[in-house]
């Protein structure tokens, strides 16, 4: 396990406004919110023959819950795309599902204020399960059309490679 080295001078937390997604080696434009990444552990309890009035627990499954991704809607197709790979609708009888490469790794890209990488997590084998093209429309509102995809995973690990930065120093060069 790779050790943490701790920057003495930061005692803020980061903050949940600077990252970036990036598949397919390319970072996704327009991304403005991330659902958490989350997982459980199922319970198994048993008891010992000898011990009836004690349960013990012990770790059983993990599963790992969708995450979902939501940018304001521009002509950039990629979470169509994606979407597209697992159901194509007009595709033809027989061909309306594709399973050769729907699935995609991704990287999740945490910054601190200065803009430096801070925590990167890396996401397995992906895939889109609901796409959201368009939201409800509304004449009288005042706000931004937001798309999502919702990404059904096989599990996320931290990437222990990207190390706490050396934050800068603005200094002053008032005189």
């Not at 991330?34 to 552990?41: A, E, G, N």
């Not at 699935?103 to 959201?132: F, M, T």
């Amino acid at each position: 396990m790779a050790e943490f080295v701790v920057n003495a001078q930061r005692f803020d937390p980061y903050k949940n406004f600077k990252f970036r997604v990036k598949w397919d080696g390319q970072y996704v434009a327009g991304i403005s919110k991330v659902s958490s990444l989350k997982r459980t552990t199922e319970v198994v309890k048993h008891r010992e023959g000898g011990d009836p009035s004690t349960s013990r627990k012990s770790p059983g499954r993990t599963e790992y819950d969708a995450i979902t991704l939501e940018r304001g809607v521009t002509h950039d197709p990629a979470f169509e795309a994606w979407a597209a790979k697992v159901w194509q609708l007009g595709a033809g009888l027989g061909s309306e599902i594709s399973l050769k490469d729907f699935r995609k790794d991704l990287i999740l890209d945490v910054y601190n204020e200065a803009g430096q990488l801070a925590i990167s997590y890396k996401i397995y084998r992906a895939w889109v399960s609901e796409y959201q093209a368009l939201p409800d429309l509304d004449a009288n509102a005042n706000a931004v059309a937001i798309q999502h995809i919702k990404l059904e995973n096989e599990g996320w690990e931290r990437d222990t490679a990207v190390t706490e930065p050396t934050e800068p120093s603005f200094t002053s060069t008032r005189a």
